[in-house]
């Protein structure tokens, strides 16, 4: 079968009988496509295609290969293109569960030709980013606007909560649902948790807090937070207030973080 792919770097290739062929040249008045294959210092094969139903057609094939193919090579290519397509499809899940949904469709010799996890992560990553049109990430938590789409919810309904300023060095985003507001405010207990590894690099913190339902904790409300000080625990506790969390007596429970105290 042949048919068209787009490995590495947007460009596209022909493939056919497991052998991968590099665009050459065009003739756009005949509607013909040369290619090259992609072994081209050890191999001179060349083909000319057509386009019918958006698939390749072959009308001229030049030598022969003098080299084998290698189909578990091949796949593990075409499993990080399906990856990488998927990633910008469903911008909801995370580069690894789409990897690891991925991987139990391979076979184990096929695996064994792809990159380590992180490393394949981190290319999905920049492939979404670059194709999704997401704006790029930015160097510093000021000097950017959070508006439309970015404060809510595939739903519609508004995820960010709280935004400090802008232009404020010590800014403080705070993100949670309706629901969550609802589902929080009965709970006379709650536990805070403060996590610097899991965090944009622009903010010092993620600080959520829990609730505990049947002894399982929920995550409920998210801040990102510029540093460990009172004056800003302070801050976001004050705009908790202000979307009435307080409706209850709470007892707080955190780590050991002394200026949460």
Request: proline share 4%; hydrophobic share 35%.
């Amino acid at each position: 079968m042949t048919n068209f792919i787009v490995l590495t770097k947007n460009k596209r290739k022909v493939v056919e009988s497991n052998y991968i062929y590099d665009f050459h040249s065009n003739n756009t008045k005949l509607g013909k496509e040369y290619w090259k294959c992609e072994k081209r210092k050890l191999c001179s094969v060349r083909i000319h295609t057509v386009t019918e139903n958006n698939e390749p057609k072959i009308i001229y094939f030049a030598s022969e290969h003098l080299h084998p193919t290698d189909v578990d090579w091949l796949n593990a290519r075409k499993a990080v293109a399906e990856i990488k397509h998927e990633a910008v499809e469903n911008i909801a899940a995370s580069s690894r569960s789409i990897i690891a949904a991925k991987f139990t469709q391979l076979t184990k010799n096929t695996c064994s030709q792809l990159s380590r996890l992180p490393v394949l992560s981190r290319i999905i990553q920049r492939y979404r980013q670059k194709n999704s049109g997401f704006p790029a990430n930015p160097g510093a938590r000021t000097g950017f606007e959070i508006s439309g789409e970015y404060y809510k919810l595939d739903n519609g309904e508004q995820f960010l909560r709280y935004d400090s300023s802008i232009e404020n060095q010590q800014r403080i985003l705070v993100f949670a649902s309706e629901n969550s507001l609802q589902d929080i405010a009965p709970y006379r207990q709650r536990a805070c948790n403060g996590m610097c590894k899991t965090v944009p690099e622009q903010w010092f913190q993620l600080f959520s807090i829990y609730v505990q339902v049947k002894g399982s904790s929920f995550p409920m409300v998210f801040a990102l937070l510029p540093n460990k000080t009172k004056q800003i625990y302070e801050l976001h506790f004050e705009q908790l207030k202000l979307m009435q969390l307080n409706t209850y007596p709470l007892d707080h429970m955190a780590d050991s973080e002394v200026a949460i105290h």
